[in-house]
């Protein structure tokens, strides 16, 4: 059931094609310090090992996205970015294997997501979202925003002082901000603490003289066999349920029900064909991003034609090593400030969606459901389960834990509505 909240909906219509080109910028930067970082961070497993292509990971974000859109028909504004949730995967393989083969478990993972989409298909959407009721998702929304906490703080304290700047800015430009100053804060404050960075020092130039403007990214083939393939399909099962759950995430920030349409079958097949396309051009694995999704909650722009301007721009940029350059010189503080704020709209974005769903918290069953997990989704990140080589996080205990909760305890007092 959708519900009409006050926001732009069009945004070439309510604010002209200028300002619609800026937000599409907003939401480029706002995706692209995760989405960069997922490469950077297979890059550092140990000396001589050569991880995924930074260039080539911003390309298949802006063509998995405008895949997305196209298979969704245009309809929800979501961005496609690297998956965190595939990083233990990456860990295991790309030292013992490669990364050729890193990016063949991507393509398995994403062939994943096209079958269940085929189940939902054929069983129907109401059969599959009886074991993703708000009880189950809101508390896994709120993980998400969560278990990126750390990493934000982390970020922030490598310069605490300029590290505050940009949650200033936010703060700032939304509470006493009129008109495009309200509207698109993350990039204000981007810009402000890029400035003050510059002026404290804390602005390193060295790889951006160095670097061309242009110039292809190193994109290769995948190779596949059974381990890799098997541990693509692990993680993929954990990353569908952190799907759904973002799905849930941006309808209840936009107040539009994207599961009944354009359904859950569709943005599976996005997300999942968008992904193993990624992997056969030698990139990463996407997910429905949720650092745009905080930008959309913060500046109440719906219209997912943003989405496809940013998704534009990311192809674009990828082909300029120089501008790569140039944002990999934005202060890891800077990063870390933005995220501040976003990871907690998306945590407060799951608060939304229990407190909508009027999911009742005197029934004990739901009590038992969200405590249990809460409690996975953050004590098996310190304390991962590992089966097969296979390292299962909080999010994906969290999710499954509850989701057989919800399908075995009696008294259900939930209806999905189409």
């Known amino acids: 059931m959708s519900t009409k909240i006050t926001g732009i909906y069009d945004a070439r219509k309510e604010l002209g094609w200028g300002k619609t080109i800026v937000m599409g910028l907003q939401q480029c930067f706002a995706m692209f310090g995760a989405t960069i970082l997922v490469p950077v961070l297979t890059n550092s497993y140990g000396e001589g090992i050569v991880g995924l292509s930074a260039s080539v990971t911003l390309f298949?974000?802006?063509?998995?996205?405008?895949?997305?859109?196209?298979?969704?028909?245009?309809?929800?504004?979501?961005?496609?970015?690297?998956?965190?949730?595939?990083?233990?995967?990456?860990?295991?393989?790309?030292?013992?294997?490669?990364?050729?083969?890193?990016?063949?478990?991507?393509?398995?993972?994403?062939?994943?997501?096209?079958?269940?989409?085929?189940?939902?298909?054929?069983?129907?959407?109401?059969?599959?979202?009886?074991?993703?009721?708000p009880v189950v998702c809101g508390p896994l929304i709120i993980l998400i925003g969560i278990n990126l906490a750390a990493s934000a703080v982390n970020n922030l304290f490598t310069n605490w002082i300029l590290g505050v700047v940009p949650i200033l800015v936010i703060i700032i430009c939304n509470t006493w901000g009129k008109g495009m100053i309200k509207i698109i804060p993350v990039l204000i404050s981007l810009i402000v603490s890029y400035i003050v960075g510059i002026i404290m020092g804390a602005v390193d130039f060295?790889?951006?003289?160095?670097?061309?403007?242009?110039?292809?990214?190193?994109?290769?083939?995948?190779?596949?066999?059974?381990?890799?393939?098997?541990?693509?399909?692990?993680?993929?099962?954990?990353?569908?349920?952190?799907?759904?759950?973002?799905?849930?995430?941006?309808?209840?920030?936009?107040?539009?029900?994207?599961?009944?349409?354009?359904?859950?079958?569709?943005?599976?097949?996005?997300?999942?064909?968008?992904?193993?396309?990624?992997?056969?051009?030698?990139?990463?694995?996407?997910t429905t991003y949720s650092e745009n999704t905080g930008v959309v909650a913060l500046t109440r722009v719906f219209d997912p034609f943003v989405m496809r301007v940013a998704a534009v721009m990311a192809i674009i940029l990828s082909l300029s090593p120089k501008f790569e350059a140039i944002i990999n010189s934005i202060p890891t503080a800077v990063i870390g400030g933005i995220s501040f704020v976003l990871y907690g709209m998306i945590a407060a974005t799951g608060i939304r969606t229990i407190v909508e769903n009027q999911v009742d918290f005197v029934n004990m069953r739901n009590v038992l459901i969200a405590a249990i997990i809460m409690v996975s989704g953050l004590g098996f990140n310190t304390y991962p389960i590992v089966i097969g080589g296979v390292s299962f996080g909080g999010l994906a205990c969290a999710a499954v834990f509850g989701i057989i909760l919800n399908a075995i305890l009696p008294g259900k007092d939930y209806e999905f509505k189409e």
């Open 206 to 286: 060295s790889a951006v003289g160095t670097a061309a403007w242009v110039g292809l990214p190193n994109f290769h083939l995948p190779k596949f066999n059974a381990d890799c393939v098997i541990a693509g399909l692990a993680v993929a099962v954990a990353a569908m349920v952190e799907h759904v759950g973002d799905v849930m995430a941006i309808g209840a920030t936009t107040g539009k029900n994207y599961i009944a349409d354009p359904g859950l079958t569709r943005t599976l097949l996005g997300d999942g064909i968008g992904t193993s396309l990624a992997g056969l051009l030698g990139g990463p694995a996407n």
């Open 60 to 133: 298949c974000a802006g063509i998995a996205t405008l895949w997305f859109h196209f298979i969704t028909k245009g309809k929800v504004p979501v961005f496609l970015g690297s998956s965190f949730a595939f990083l233990g995967m990456y860990a295991a393989i790309i030292p013992a294997y490669g990364k050729e083969y890193a990016t063949g478990g991507v393509v398995a993972a994403g062939g994943l997501y096209v079958i269940l989409a085929i189940l939902i298909k054929v069983l129907g959407t109401k059969r599959v979202m009886k074991l993703f009721p």
